[in-house]
T-cell receptor
């Protein structure tokens, strides 16, 4: 079983739509969670951390459900510039605390 | 801050040749990571260092791959001999305190093609 699993998509949505991505993780000891954004042929960039209580950054809302071991990202009022691949990231937990990256969910926002 | 700097940006080499990828982490970051990204497998952690010391190299595919970090501002990933299946984008990332609460900062990557 993969450490982090995401629906690869693609998600094609019209401008202004609301879109949500989910991600599941396998290690219940994981403590740190992030969403990264990766544009085509570019490096991944940190979009936002995910906190236990849920957090919002403008049009983006991230939530964590520890009981079900999943993380979500909600994008409201989608813009053309939101088109990218969104990577879910979870730490290993415990000693040797490296991060695992999901394979990403592709989003295309259509005019 | 210049960010994480990788070189070269692109590398095309023939099978059997030695390839060396370079990385300069962000000053003050005490963790450095080497990742490989392919369409099929996504981002895979190859090795990471803490204070210039290799901590976990279990992701290194085989003995053809080696990595060094001689000082806090420089790391190399070497493939010798290279094979076509090594073709991928290789990213270096650095972080402070293992990225807890902060995540990683990635370099722009080296796109390696082995023909």
């Amino acid at each position: 079983r993969k450490e982090v699993e995401q629906d690869p998509g693609p998600f094609n949505v019209p401008e202004g739509a609301t879109v949500a991505f989910n991600c599941t993780y396998s290690n219940s000891a994981s403590q740190s969670f992030f969403w990264y954004r990766q544009d085509c042929r570019k490096e991944p960039k940190l979009l936002m951390s995910v906190y236990s209580s849920g957090n919002e950054d403008g049009r983006f809302t991230a939530q964590l459900n520890r009981a079900s071991q999943y993380i979500s990202l909600l994008i409201r009022d989608s813009k053309l510039s939101d088109s990218a691949t969104y990577l879910c990231v979870v730490n290993k937990g415990g000693a040797g605390n490296q991060f695992y990256f999901g394979t990403g969910t592709s989003l295309t926002v259509i005019p | 801050d210049a960010g994480v700097i990788q070189s070269p940006r692109h590398e095309v080499t023939e099978m059997g040749q030695e390839v060396t990828l370079r990385c300069k982490p962000i000053s003050g970051h005490d963790y450095l990571f080497w990742y490989r990204q392919t369409m099929m497998r996504g981002l895979e952690l190859l090795i990471y260092f803490n204070n210039n010391v290799p901590i976990d190299d279990s992701g290194m595919p085989e003995d053809r791959f080696s990595a060094k970090m001689p000082n806090a501002s420089f790391s190399t990933l070497k493939i010798q001999p290279s094979e076509p299946r090594d073709s991928a984008v290789y990213f270096c990332a650095s972080s402070f305190l293992q990225g807890i609460g902060y995540g990683y900062t990635f370099g722009s990557g080296t796109r390696l093609t082995v023909v």
